[in-house]
């Protein structure tokens, strides 16, 4: 694959230092919750759930304006993590559920923005990307962390993550407490923690666990006035890309060792159907949990913005280490019409 001779200098921490080496990964599972959804989206394709109104009373000086998360609570969250399984045919992979628009010709749902003039901040010195961050959650009362971006909408308060790091698919339920750190670096955000709105998921994904549709949308309330992208910016949106892309860029917050989750990290290379059959594309990366939601970028307008084709999902546990996520489809643009 012409990916793998990108691998020097493909995974790289800030400041530029190469990474070299293979990773004992490890298995993480997540368990139930009490949330109730509101009624499911057009033809049950998509459920949400809405977060309970903030109450406004935050100590004076609180990390959170919903008054929960705090500096250590942060720091000390566990990532969620959804390892996928190898097999020797890999004939018994998740089965995934047809794409309901298949065969619709591909499109942008959004174009890439940056940071509205005069908002009070400045986009992170290169390579934090202020369009990409760590996303915080709560689950069977514990702390968790994934990776997401911001997306541009008409409402400039979305990001898109993985399904898994929404809702714990079958059999559990949603998360609470959600929280979206842009640019997060060394303990905290350039731009502060903001409190979630909706989050939008795939029923396939919350009933059946199905991978395929293991991507989730997120908005978020104003903060001090501001919407979400209006301040850190807003990637653009495509689908019905084929797993095979050049070019590509993958942000995470890996927070297994030797990783800590403090600091982005980034994975450059071409990506390829993981296997005849498959719905996933691959991409060699030692990323590992911390990294799931992160956007998977292609026509980069700089370092900072570009087009989310996918989201991480799940990786590889053996060989060589590699990053899986199923391409957009139409009916994650359907989900993404849906947000407001």
């Known amino acids: 694959m012409s990916s793998f001779a990108l691998r020097r200098k493909s995974f790289r921490r800030l400041g530029g230092l190469t990474l070299a080496g293979t990773l004992a990964l490890s298995t993480l599972a997540i368990g139930g919750s009490s949330a109730t959804p509101p009624p499911t989206g057009p ?34 969250a ?35 923005v940056a940071p509205k003039l005069g908002s009070g901040n400045q986009t992170m010195a290169d390579p934090v990307p202020s369009t990409a961050g760590k996303v915080f959650f709560t689950y069977n009362g514990r702390n968790y962390v994934c990776s997401a971006s911001t997306i541009n909408n008409n409402y400039k308060n979305l990001t898109i993550t993985a399904g898994h790091c929404v809702h714990s698919g079958a059999g559990q339920g949603w998360h609470a407490n959600i929280a979206f750190a842009p640019a997060y670096y060394n303990g905290q955000s350039g731009y502060g923690l903001w409190n979630w709105k909706t989050a939008r998921a795939f029923t396939s994904w919350t009933n059946n666990s199905d991978f395929s549709h293991d991507q989730a949308f997120v908005t978020f309330h104003p903060r001090n006035g501001q919407n979400l992208v209006d301040a850190v910016g807003g990637n653009g949106l495509v689908w019905g890309n084929s797993p095979d ?36 594309a691959a991409l060699p990366c030692t990323m590992n949990g911390g990294a799931s939601g992160g956007p998977w970028l292609k026509d980069r307008i700089n370092q900072n913005l570009g087009y989310v084709f996918a989201v991480t999902s799940r990786r590889t546990t053996s060989g060589t280490p590699l990053l899986l996520a199923t391409p957009n489809s139409a009916d994650v643009k359907s989900m993404f019409d849906q947000m407001t």
Not at 56 to 72: H, I, N, Q, R, S
Request: glycine share 12%.
């Open 78 to 112: 566990i990532p969620a993590d959804n390892p996928a399984v190898l097999h020797a045919a890999k004939g018994d992979s998740p089965k995934s559920t047809p794409d309901s628009n298949a065969g619709k010709t591909a499109g942008v749902a959004s174009h890439p």
């Open 245 to 280: 892309q050049g070019g590509v860029r993958i942000w995470g917050w890996p927070a297994e060792p030797p990783y800590n989750g403090q600091v982005p990290y980034y994975c450059d290379g071409t990506s390829y159907r993981w296997y005849a059959g498959s719905t996933d």
């Open 43 to 76: 033809a049950g394709l998509t459920t949400s759930v809405n977060a309970p109104p903030l109450s406004g009373k935050a100590p004076a000086g609180a990390l959170d304006a919903a008054g929960y998360w705090t500096a250590e609570k942060l720091r000390t």
